[in-house]
């Protein structure tokens, strides 16, 4: 089990706390509005200049030359070379790239090719009442310290009103869920408007859409019918990588509902320090929904790994501050990243145990049935179904892609017999064949028999 999670932490005394750029915590006790921002962008932040974990300047520019080489030719890069782009994002999308490369793993950037004016319809529409009320009551919640959102008139809570009416009318059935939030709030970070246009933030509309209904579908409705299944998915996994931290739980009360939504559906946004956020969601847009479990069952171990930490964790309130406290010293992006991918969870582990707890489902649960099948498993499996779309004459501008249809070769027959019929006539051999007539009045003839009158 030690070797499905990694080993313990090493936790070096030149190991600086970047709490600079928390989700929640940091936002709430940070300093005054007048320090100087972080190279994140977040007011007061301690990560201006480069810590222990930022790879040399001449690393830096390998990848980027890297990633310039490959988004330069992506669908030949997809087919051929995607486990160099896995390699890639695991190692972390250089900054200066990310608005260029995360739409592209995420398959936004078709979207937005085959639907280019939908999102300026969707954003000069009005907005439902009700949604537009409670998504502007919770503008000025998504990362308060930040330099984007710090004003209410600024271009980015004024984007972020967009992107978030735009999906209520894309898809009204679901509306609009609190933690899309900050989901879209880090995608305007990084993927900002059109210089012509301030106010259409196309690509951080379409990669929400992607995040929504291709990577995580069913999260974000009414009946978030997913996030139960993937809890107890969840559960299970703990149950059989770190049994003794699952009785713990078990012990005290706390199950995944009470820690693992905020998790996932705000992609770690709100839970891990901003560095290490974003080399999550390089992973996560690489290989899918398997990283949000990796990561989650990490952080479970650094609370809850140790019989020490269990013992100082007595009841509910305890366990759930630990789970929610991990010194940020421990989540120092590449230690952290190392552990997440040192989980023993494949992808075929994943569905097999979301088909077990499938089936475990009581059959009148409220709500709709949780579709697994709808969820893809990353970046290759996206490019591999919008390029099915295309070759089977979707609406995909550019060449159509060449569908090569490969016929198997033909088994070889054996040769046929002539029967021998020399001296012999065909009513003989109808009669030899059928024997001797039957008595009775002679049976009508029939031209033809249908299918249901056929003996076999």
């Known amino acids: ?3 499905a999670l990694g080993q313990d932490l090493v936790q070096p005394s030149e190991l600086q706390d970047d709490s600079s750029s ?3 915590d940091s936002e709430l006790s940070g300093p005054g509005p007048y320090r100087q921002a972080d190279r994140y962008g977040f007011i007061g932040g301690s990560s201006a200049e480069l810590g222990p974990g ?15 080489e490959m988004t330069s030719h992506w669908e030949k890069t997809m087919s ?27 398959g936004a950037h078709v979207c937005q090719k085959n639907s280019p004016g939908t999102y300026q319809e969707l954003a000069s529409a009005p907005g439902d009442p009700q949604w537009m009320e409670t998504i502007g009551r919770d503008l000025h919640r998504q990362f308060p310290l930040h330099e984007m959102f710090v004003s209410p008139q600024g271009h980015g809570q004024q984007g972020l009103r967009q992107v978030l009416k735009a999906y209520t009318l894309y898809r009204p059935e679901q509306g609009y869920c609190q933690a899309q939030g900050p989901v879209a709030a880090v995608l ?44 107890e998915v969840f559960a299970a996994l703990l149950r059989r990588l770190l049994p003794r931290v699952h009785k713990h739980l078990q012990q005290v009360g706390v199950g995944p509902l009470l820690y693992l939504p905020e998790w996932f559906l705000c992609l770690f946004a709100r839970s891990l320090p901003f560095p290490t956020v974003l080399r999550v969601w390089d992973a996560f847009l690489s290989e899918g929904a398997k990283v949000l479990f990796r990561a989650g069952l990490t952080l479970v171990r650094l609370a809850l790994g140790t019989a020490e930490q269990r ?23 590449e230690v952290f990243m190392s552990q997440v991918f040192g989980v023993a969870l494949s992808e075929r582990d994943l569905q097999r145990e979301v088909r077990a707890q499938l089936g475990q489902l009581p059959d009148p649960a409220p709500g709709p049935a949780p579709q697994p099948q709808d969820r893809l498993p990353g970046a290759q499996a996206i490019f591999e179904a919008q390029q099915l779309a295309g070759a089977q004459g979707g609406a995909r501008p550019g060449p159509e892609v060449p569908l090569i249809v490969v016929q198997p ?6 040769p046929r017999r002539k029967p021998q019929t020399r001296g012999k006539t065909f009513h003989g051999i109808l009669t ?25």
Not at 54 to 65: C, F, G, K, T, V
């Open 409 to 414: 070769p033909e088994e070889p027959q054996p």
């Open 22 to 24: 928390l989700g929640s």
């Open 432 to 456: 030899r064949a059928r024997g001797p007539p039957i008595d009775g009045p002679p049976r009508p003839h029939r031209a033809s028999s249908s299918f249901l009158d056929t003996r076999f």
């Open 1 to 3: 089990m030690a070797q």
């Open 54 to 68: 930022q790879p040399p300047a001449d690393l830096i520019r390998q990848r980027e030359m890297k990633w310039v």
């Open 311 to 333: 013992l100082a964790c007595p009841g509910l309130l305890e366990t759930l501050g630990a789970l929610r406290t991990i010194p940020p010293s421990q989540l120092q992006e």
């Open 80 to 106: 051929r070379r995607y486990k160099k782009v896995k390699m890639q994002c695991r190692k972390g999308i250089p900054s200066a790239l990310r608005a260029r490369c995360w739409p592209l793993l995420c």
């Open 188 to 231: 305007l970070m990084h993927l900002p408007p059109e210089v012509s246009d301030l106010h259409l933030p196309r690509e951080a509309f379409w990669c929400l859409v992607q995040i929504c209904e291709v990577y995580l579908p069913g999260y974000y409705g009414p009946h978030m019918e997913a996030v139960q299944l993937d809890a």
